[in-house]
């Protein structure tokens, strides 16, 4: 079963003692795996009437460059 980027999060939190860096770290990298989670899923789509990629729906949506 692949890791969804909430249960790699939760998993990384419940650690003790983690150093502000970590957290950061940790949370940028369940940033990195949501977005290729919502890549995977969209795939290539249809959006109000416009064919657009994943990275085009990604970055649109979510306003990434």
Known sequence: MIQTAIEFLEFELSKSHLTTEEIVK????????EKQQILLAFDIGDVDGEKLSAEEYFNETYNEQ
């Open 26 to 33: 940790i949370f940028n990298k369940a940033k990195e795996m």
